[in-house]
């Protein structure tokens, strides 16, 4: 599934779009930054609830280059400004992470991680 | 090669540099991307690790044909119980970093997880050492 299509199945904000419109294989939702280090699969969108520069940070050593803030969430400047030099999307959805989640899971994006 | 960093105290804020770093240079190396990744999660953990209950210290890299060594060294409290740290779930952490996303009981099984090699020298009250080994070779996984 395109990003862009995330993005229009989320109604969501683009805030940045990481300069490519990149494939996702799969979904990973948490606000728990080590559980999210413990998901092992390529082409991942993040879906979190959590603000923090550390969000991008776990997304950067993780090599996910896109990230969703749920719950109508939109991080600060400086978050951005971290994920524009990191080269990872980053957008915003009003929707709560479970129903974010199952619309995602429902238009298709099934694969899961493995641990 | 050889890289060094300090890593600061207590301030999650801008926690993550020194890994951020030792990524791209491994990534400017041409080092197989699958161990750029269990590098760099790996020392992203313990680094976090040294800033949340170490109160900060100092981050170590030998980089050589057969792998990527990293030690992370704090002169925090230590670890009282080593087996009991290493168990998913269990964690010391304040609510302060819970809020922050991390404090899961998640930092030292993810280590062990991503290092070919995790040693730990720890002792209460004088700190904590982590080594963690990334084999350049490592057979596929």
Do not use: W
Not at chain 1, 22 to 30: F, L, R, V
Not at chain 2, 79 to 93: C, H, K, N, R
């Amino acid at each position: 599934m395109k990003l862009s299509k995330v993005a229009e199945i989320l109604g969501a904000e683009i805030l940045y779009d990481g300069g490519e419109d990149i494939e996702i294989e799969s979904a990973c939702g948490s606000d728990l930054m080590s559980d999210v280090m413990a998901f092992v699969k390529e082409n991942v969108l993040l879906l979190t609830g959590l603000v923090s520069p550390q969000v991008i940070r776990t997304a950067e050593m993780m090599d996910i280059r896109a990230v969703v803030f749920v719950r109508g969430k939109v991080p600060a400047q400086n978050i951005l400004e971290l994920a524009r030099e990191k080269g990872i999307a980053v957008m915003s959805t009003n929707y709560p992470m479970f129903i974010a989640c199952g619309k995602l899971y429902s238009e298709g994006l099934t694969g899961k991680g493995v641990r | 090669m050889y890289l060094h960093y300090d890593i600061p105290s207590y301030d999650l804020t801008y926690a993550g540099e020194a890994s951020s770093n030792v990524k791209k240079i491994l990534v400017q190396l041409g080092i197989d991307p699958r161990c750029v990744k269990k590098a760099a999660i790996s020392m992203y953990e313990a680094e976090l690790n040294a800033v949340i209950h170490g109160g900060g210290g100092t981050a170590d890299i030998v980089i050589d044909r057969e792998k990527i060594k990293i030690d992370i060294s704090d002169s925090g409290p230590g670890i009282a119980d080593l087996d009991l740290a290493m168990q998913e779930g269990y964690s010391t952490a304040s609510d302060e970093i819970r809020e922050m996303g991390f404090g899961a009981g998640m930092g030292l099984p993810n280590m062990k997880r991503y290092a070919d090699i995790l040693e730990i020298d720890t002792k209460p009250g004088e700190g904590t050492k982590v080594t963690i080994t990334v084999m350049l070779n490592a057979p596929r996984t």
